[in-house]
């Protein structure tokens, strides 16, 4: 099984996302990049990406990880944090510790791509 299916597919993507930014959102530090932005867009847009990025369906049509981001001056410490948000949604949603790193891991290949200011 890929990560897409033992993460259990769309539907526990789609719950996984919500939460994740209700974090990140939520977040003082982060918020004042949503400010403005059309956040269910980029929710669905997450949404798909994940889908893709843990080898699901290849159903993502936005843009590249660097073109979404560049300008944003997003650090590496934003970066990190946002991680930890999605790894404590993970563990809130009882995800496996090892599924859960296996998420991560994917996640930080695209550190190079998003973060700008190092
Ligand atoms: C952790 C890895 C990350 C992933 C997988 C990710 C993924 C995405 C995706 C899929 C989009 C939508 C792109 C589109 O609609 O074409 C997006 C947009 C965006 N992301 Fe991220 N992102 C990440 C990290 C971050 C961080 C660290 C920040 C800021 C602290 C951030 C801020 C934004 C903003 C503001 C947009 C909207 C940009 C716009 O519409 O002009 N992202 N991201």
Redesign the pocket.
Known sequence: MNLYEQLGGDPAIAVAVESFYSR?LADPE?AR??EG??VS??KR??R???SV?LDGPEI?D??S?R???SG?G?TEA??T???RH?RDTLDDLRVEPELADGVIRR?EL??AA??EIR
């Open positions: 990140v982060l990049y949503f932005m059309d867009a980029i847009h997450q798909d990406f994940f990025l993502y936005g843009r990880m073109n979404a981001h944003l997003i934003e970066y944090r946002v991680l999605l996640i695209l550190r998003i973060v």
